[in-house]
Structure formats: structure tokens, C-alpha cells
């Protein structure tokens, strides 16, 4: 029995067997000669079989998956090829991996220089199917296949790894790395699923199939438990599957606080299939719906097809209130295909630094937004990392554009429609009075507002002990934005997991913002807070904890008003 603790970033109950999955190997070839060829050549053709005719039994459900099997065909079968690899073996003696390695290199180098632009655009599938070689030369997996139901162990896994997996089959997901607003780590919250991140060493010490046992809460996993081990998960199990029955019985209430403010509690959502956990939650709209999880494998050939899943969620929840899509976040973590990595991704081509270069994709899903805005009013469109008041304007005046348009091509859309702008960057919070002027709504994504303004990866779990919600300078800048949307007659709101914490409602109410957006189930729990709150003593609250010096006094002082309030955690 061995345990491990990480952080917890969604709570929960899990035991199940582990299927374990490590991309380490793959990503760290060593270049070393080897001192026998034959060997290596032997061990590359038995991984180029299995890897074939594992591909060739594949049968694809959609059109992409058959576009991407047809890559991984042609290049396993490339005679150029194989016919470098073999001879990386032969006569430079590389070893296999490092063989495979250098000629994928020279094959994407080869079809960039031919300008063939469908193969430029499956960058992505040539790297899988080479990462298949790489890993059956390995003798692993090279990827997660969970055709039963079990605990995913893995050292880290991409957004868009993770949404290609059968969900419904994930228990529970453990992962060295990350943090807890990691995307991954947000993707496992919206599905639900129990999930510790950032424990260091798990993926190197779990074996494939054996028992494991967590409690996402807090932040425990064990190894092979002994039956003692079991009963006692089995048992907390129990107790949270009651207290998220007597929390679902409130699902209907207001959220109001005892003196009468209400607090409008929205839902975060990744796509349709989040739908009904919103409605069910009682969430009053949607105040961030990331788009950029729909086209992760298919930014380009996307575009207007997504008109029809936004007018779906348009229709489905603009009875409960505002649907706000936020046009694509694309690039740091979440890196669609063809994007190439950067240096430094979360400083980097992200979001509307990559939609207003490549307008081709930009434009057709403002086009699939303003027809959703004809389905239902409630639709409104949110734009994410805008740095300054002159991005903004670029933005807005190319939208403009794409609405000139679309009137002269007919094309319905509600010219009332509500523009916001995320607040993510410390640039655009502090000149958060200037951006009011030209929106309707402001949401502060504090994920990446606090990434910024405390210069920490949020999903680095060797910095988290840094990545403080209640750094000072983090909740200045909140408040400024709250004042200086008030001042403006603009809606403020968050849409960061700040929001969806129960702990910080007493605060964020306090600091007046007027809408909180979360995952449906965070809903639930944040409901109840607010309806135990006083919104004037939350108001004195905030301010005493203004005049703190630091993020420790903060969380202390914070600690002790919950627990003067009735909440522990
Ligand atoms: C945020 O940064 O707080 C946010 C809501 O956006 P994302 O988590 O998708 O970066
Ligand atoms: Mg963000």
C-alpha cells in the first residue's frame, strides 16, 4: 500500500483499477549510437507491424478520424520513409527510437517544403503515429484506450488527450503534473470526475491494472489499499453521494443572501453535454462557454459548422439567462492542431492574438455567434486576453466588419447583442475603466489573472505553493474592476474557478460582483453559501481584508469569518 498526496481539484471517490499512461518516453529520445544494429533494426519492424496492423484494425466512427488513420497509413507505409529509418539503423547506427525520431523530422520537413497543404494541416496526426512507433519500440501503450471503466494515471495529459478519451469510463484521474486551474484540471470538474494533480511520481510508481483507491477532496491517492483501505473509501464514499443528494434538493432556491442582493449563479460549460448539469444545478445562463474544446482537432475545416451547437445551447439555456460564448482561447495549453509550440505558449499566439492573425477562423465563428444571437437575445459574446484598450478596439472594429457582412448577406443576427471582455490580463484590469467604456459586461477570469499578476504557470505544480487567489495584488485588482465597471454601468462578473470555491463567496459577494460563473456542479454548493450570507457583513469583510498585507493574513482571515458564518470546508 503506498500513498500519494497531490492537489485535489474536483472531490470525489474513486476505486477502480488503474490504466496507466506515461508520455516521457516519448518526449525524451535519447540520441545514443547503438552498439548493435541488428537489435535495434529487429525492434523497429516488430514495432512497425504492430503499430500497422493495429491501425488497419481501427475503424473510424467520424470523418476525421478516418482523415487522420489515412495519414497514419500513408506515412507507415511510405517507402522514403521506412527506407531512412532502416538506414538511420544500418548505417548511422542510430538506435530505433532515435532512428524514427530523426526521419518523422525529415518527412514533415519534406511535405512543408512541398507546400502540400492538407499534409501541412495533419502535423499533428504524422507526431501521433509517431509517437505509436515510438512507444510500441518502448513496449507501451501509446495511448489511453479505457474501453472499461477505470482510474486514468498518467504524468500529464493535454486538454485535448483527455476530450478524445471515453469519458464516461474515466473513475477518477491522477496526474504528476499540474495545478489546480490547469485546463485539464477544469475539463475533470465540468465531467465530474474525482482528480488529483500535480503528485509528483504516481505515473512511474502505478503499474497498469492494479488497484487504486482516492479521494479527490483531499487530494489522497493509495497504491494497492488493503481492505481496511477500501471499506473506509467505500464509506466516504457513501457520506458525499448523500451530501450532494440534500445539496441537489436546493437546486431550485434563489441565491440570495439574508439581507435580499442576489447573486447570479451561472454555469461554465465546454460544451452541449454540459447542458443539462446547468439546468439541473438551477444555473440562471451560461457566463462562459469555451468554444475553442469544439475545434481543438479541427480549427480550420470548423468554422461556420459550429453555428449549429451554439443556436442548440442558444435555445436550451436562453430561457435561464445569458449564453456567453467566449470566441476561441486557442494556443498555451490548448493547442489545436496545426498550431505550432511556442517557447513560452502562455505569453505567447493565444486567443485573440491568434484570431485576429488568422481571420479566416476568427470570422466564421463570429459568424456562427451572430446567427445563435437570432435564436435567442439572451446570446451575448465575450473575448478572451485582450491586453488594452487598442486590441479591444480591433477586435470590436473587426467585428463590426463581420457584421456588415452578414447584413449584406442576409444574414439574421441580433444587433443588440451583449459584448464583454474577459479580464484575465493585470493590463486590462487596470485599465478595466477604459475598456468599460466600449462593452456591456466585463468577466474576470481570475485563472489567468492571477497566472499574470503573480508571474505563475497556473498549471505548474512545482509553483503552486505561489499561485495565491488572495495575493493582495490579485484582489486590488478585482476590486478595481468591480468599481470601475460600476462607475460605467457595467455588468462585472467571474468566470474563473474563484467563483465555483464556496469558501471565497463570502469575499467575491463582498467585492460586489454581480454574476458567478461555475461548473455545474460547483453550483450547488456555492447556492447554499450564498443564501447563509449577509451581504453588508460580507461588504466590511472585503474591505477589512483589503487593508491586509499579505496572502496568508488574507486566508486566515478568511478562514475565521467562514467558520464565524457556518462554513467550514
Ligand atoms: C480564466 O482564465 O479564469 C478563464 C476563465 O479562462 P480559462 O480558464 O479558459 O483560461
Ligand atoms: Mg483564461
Same mark, same amino acid.
Given at each position: 500500500?503506498?500513498?500519494?498526496?497531490? =492537489?485535489?481539484?474536483?472531490?470525489?471517490?474513486?476505486?477502480?483499477?488503474?490504466?496507466?499512461?506515461?508520455? *516521457? !518516453?516519448?518526449?525524451?529520445?535519447?540520441?545514443?549510437?547503438?552498439?548493435?544494429?541488428?537489435?535495434?533494426?529487429?525492434?523497429?519492424?516488430?514495432? @512497425?507491424?504492430?503499430?500497422?496492423?493495429?491501425?488497419?484494425?481501427?475503424?473510424?466512427?467520424?470523418?476525421?478520424?478516418?482523415?487522420?488513420?489515412?495519414?497514419?497509413?500513408?506515412?507507415?507505409?511510405?517507402?522514403?520513409?521506412?527506407?531512412? =529509418?532502416?538506414?538511420?539503423?544500418?548505417?548511422?547506427?542510430?538506435?530505433?527510437?532515435?532512428?524514427?525520431?530523426?526521419?518523422?523530422?525529415?518527412?514533415? /520537413?519534406?511535405? #512543408?517544403?512541398?507546400?502540400?497543404?492538407?499534409?501541412?494541416?495533419?502535423?499533428?496526426?504524422?507526431?501521433?503515429?509517431?509517437?505509436?512507433?515510438?512507444?510500441?519500440?518502448?513496449? !507501451?501503450?501509446?495511448?489511453?484506450? =479505457?474501453?472499461?471503466?477505470?482510474?486514468?494515471?498518467?504524468?500529464?495529459?493535454?486538454?485535448?488527450?483527455?476530450?478524445?478519451?471515453?469519458?464516461?469510463?474515466?473513475?477518477?484521474?491522477?496526474?504528476?503534473?499540474?495545478?489546480?486551474?490547469?485546463?485539464?484540471?477544469?475539463? +475533470? @470538474?465540468?465531467?465530474?470526475?474525482?482528480?488529483?494533480?500535480?503528485?509528483?511520481?504516481?505515473?512511474?510508481?502505478?503499474?497498469?491494472?492494479?488497484?487504486?483507491?482516492?479521494?479527490?477532496?483531499?487530494?489522497?491517492?493509495?497504491?494497492?489499499?488493503?481492505?481496511?483501505?477500501?471499506?473506509?473509501?467505500?464509506?466516504?464514499?457513501?457520506?458525499?453521494?448523500?451530501?450532494?443528494?440534500?445539496?441537489?434538493?436546493?437546486?431550485?432556491?434563489?441565491?440570495? *443572501?439574508?439581507?435580499?442582493?442576489?447573486?447570479?449563479?451561472?454555469?461554465?460549460?465546454?460544451?452541449?453535454?454540459? =447542458?443539462?448539469?446547468?439546468?439541473? +444545478?438551477? /444555473?440562471?445562463?451560461?457566463?462562459?462557454?469555451?468554444?475553442?474544446?469544439?475545434?481543438? @482537432?479541427?480549427?480550420?475545416?470548423?468554422?461556420?459548422?459550429?453555428?449549429?451547437?451554439?443556436?442548440?445551447? /442558444?435555445?436550451?439555456?436562453?430561457?435561464?439567462?445569458?449564453?456567453?460564448?467566449?470566441?476561441?482561447?486557442?494556443?498555451?495549453?490548448?493547442?489545436?492542431?496545426?498550431?505550432?509550440?511556442?517557447?513560452?505558449?502562455?505569453?505567447?499566439?493565444?486567443?485573440?492574438?491568434?484570431?485576429?492573425?488568422?481571420?479566416?477562423?476568427?470570422?466564421?465563428?463570429?459568424?456562427?455567434?451572430?446567427?445563435?444571437?437570432?435564436?435567442?437575445?439572451?446570446?451575448?459574446?465575450?473575448?478572451?486576453?485582450?491586453?488594452?484598450?487598442?486590441?479591444?478596439?480591433?477586435?470590436?472594429?473587426?467585428?463590426?466588419?463581420?457584421?456588415?457582412?452578414?447584413?449584406?448577406?442576409?444574414?439574421?443576427?441580433?444587433?443588440?447583442?451583449?459584448?464583454?471582455?474577459?479580464?484575465?490580463?493585470?493590463?486590462?484590469?487596470?485599465? /478595466?475603466?477604459?475598456?468599460?467604456?466600449?462593452?456591456?459586461?466585463?468577466?474576470?477570469?481570475?485563472?489567468?489573472?492571477?497566472?499574470?499578476?503573480?508571474?505563475?504557470?497556473?498549471?505548474?505544480?512545482?509553483?503552486?505553493?505561489?499561485?495565491?487567489?488572495? @495575493?493582495?495584488?490579485?484582489?486590488?485588482?478585482?476590486?478595481?474592476?468591480?468599481?470601475?465597471?460600476?462607475?460605467?454601468?457595467?455588468?462585472?462578473?467571474?468566470?474563473?474557478?474563484?467563483?465555483?470555491?464556496?469558501?471565497?463567496?463570502?469575499?467575491?459577494?463582498?467585492?460586489?460582483?454581480?454574476?458567478?460563473?461555475?461548473?455545474?456542479?460547483?453550483?450547488?454548493?456555492?447556492?447554499?453559501?450564498?443564501?447563509?450570507?449577509?451581504?453588508?457583513?460580507? #461588504?466590511?469583510?472585503?474591505?477589512?481584508?483589503?487593508?491586509?498585507?499579505?496572502?496568508?493574513?488574507?486566508?486566515?482571515?478568511?478562514?475565521?469569518?467562514?467558520?464565524? *458564518?457556518?462554513?467550514?470546508?
Amino acid at each position: 500500500m503506498i500513498e500519494k498526496r497531490g =492537489i485535489g481539484v474536483f472531490p470525489g471517490i474513486a476505486i477502480g483499477k488503474a490504466a496507466v499512461f506515461r508520455h *516521457t !518516453i516519448l518526449d525524451n529520445v535519447e540520441h545514443a549510437l547503438s552498439s548493435d544494429p541488428e537489435y535495434e533494426l529487429a525492434t523497429f519492424e516488430n514495432a @512497425h507491424r504492430t503499430v500497422l496492423e493495429d491501425v488497419r484494425s481501427i475503424i473510424p466512427h467520424t470523418k476525421e478520424e478516418r482523415d487522420m488513420l489515412s495519414v497514419y497509413e500513408s506515412m507507415l507505409s511510405d517507402p522514403d520513409y521506412l527506407f531512412l =529509418i532502416r538506414s538511420n539503423i544500418t548505417e548511422r547506427r542510430y538506435t530505433a527510437s532515435w532512428a524514427v525520431e530523426a526521419a518523422t523530422e525529415n518527412y514533415t /520537413a519534406a511535405l #512543408a517544403a512541398l507546400g502540400d497543404a492538407y499534409f501541412a494541416e495533419r502535423i499533428a496526426d504524422i507526431k501521433d503515429a509517431e509517437n505509436r512507433l515510438l512507444a510500441a519500440i518502448a513496449g !507501451i501503450s501509446s495511448e489511453v484506450v =479505457i474501453s472499461e471503466p477505470a482510474v486514468v494515471i498518467a504524468d500529464y495529459l493535454t486538454p485535448s488527450e483527455l476530450i478524445q478519451m471515453e469519458r464516461s469510463n474515466i473513475l477518477g484521474l491522477l496526474l504528476d503534473t499540474g495545478g489546480q486551474t490547469s485546463h485539464v484540471a477544469i475539463l +475533470a @470538474h465540468s465531467d465530474e470526475i474525482p482528480a488529483i494533480l500535480g503528485i509528483g511520481d504516481i505515473s512511474a510508481i502505478a503499474e497498469d491494472g492494479c488497484v487504486v483507491a482516492m479521494d479527490g477532496r483531499e487530494g489522497l491517492a493509495i497504491i494497492e489499499p488493503d481492505d481496511k483501505t477500501i471499506r473506509s473509501f467505500r464509506a466516504r464514499k457513501g457520506v458525499a453521494a448523500r451530501t450532494e443528494k440534500e445539496l441537489k434538493k436546493e437546486a431550485a432556491l434563489p441565491a440570495v *443572501t439574508t439581507d435580499g442582493r442576489s447573486v447570479h449563479l451561472m454555469c461554465n460549460i465546454e460544451g452541449l453535454e454540459g =447542458i443539462e448539469g446547468a439546468i439541473a +444545478a438551477g /444555473a440562471e445562463g451560461v457566463g462562459l462557454f469555451r468554444t475553442e474544446f469544439l475545434v481543438l @482537432h479541427d480549427v480550420k475545416g470548423n468554422g461556420e459548422s459550429q453555428a449549429g451547437i451554439y443556436e442548440e445551447a /442558444a435555445r436550451s439555456m436562453g430561457a435561464y439567462g445569458p449564453v456567453t460564448f467566449r470566441t476561441y482561447d486557442l494556443g498555451g495549453d490548448k493547442m489545436a492542431e496545426g498550431m505550432r509550440r511556442e517557447e513560452n505558449p502562455i505569453l505567447g499566439w493565444r486567443a485573440v492574438r491568434f484570431c485576429m492573425e488568422r481571420k479566416d477562423i476568427f470570422r466564421s465563428q463570429l459568424i456562427s455567434i451572430l446567427r445563435a444571437s437570432s435564436v435567442s437575445p439572451s446570446v451575448r459574446m465575450m473575448f478572451p486576453m485582450i491586453s488594452g484598450l487598442e486590441e479591444l478596439l480591433e477586435v470590436l472594429s473587426f467585428l463590426d466588419e463581420v457584421k456588415d457582412e452578414c447584413r449584406k448577406k442576409g444574414i439574421a443576427f441580433d444587433e443588440n447583442m451583449k459584448i464583454g471582455t474577459m479580464i484575465e490580463t493585470p493590463s486590462a484590469a487596470i485599465t /478595466a475603466d477604459l475598456l468599460a467604456d466600449y462593452v456591456d459586461f466585463m468577466s474576470v477570469g481570475t485563472n489567468d489573472l492571477i497566472q499574470y499578476t503573480i508571474a505563475v504557470d497556473r498549471g505548474n505544480e512545482k509553483t503552486q505553493h505561489l499561485y495565491r487567489p488572495l @495575493h493582495p495584488a490579485v484582489l486590488r485588482l478585482m476590486k478595481y474592476v468591480v468599481e470601475a465597471g460600476k462607475g460605467k454601468g457595467v455588468t462585472v462578473s467571474i468566470c474563473g474557478e474563484m467563483a465555483g470555491y464556496a469558501e471565497y463567496t463570502p469575499l467575491l459577494v463582498g467585492l460586489g460582483f454581480d454574476e458567478l460563473s461555475m461548473t455545474a456542479h460547483s453550483i450547488l454548493e456555492v447556492r447554499k453559501r450564498v443564501r447563509t450570507l449577509s451581504a453588508e457583513s460580507c #461588504a466590511d469583510f472585503a474591505d477589512n481584508v483589503l487593508s491586509l498585507r499579505d496572502a496568508t493574513s488574507i486566508e486566515q482571515a478568511l478562514k475565521e469569518y467562514n467558520g464565524k *458564518t457556518g462554513y467550514s470546508k
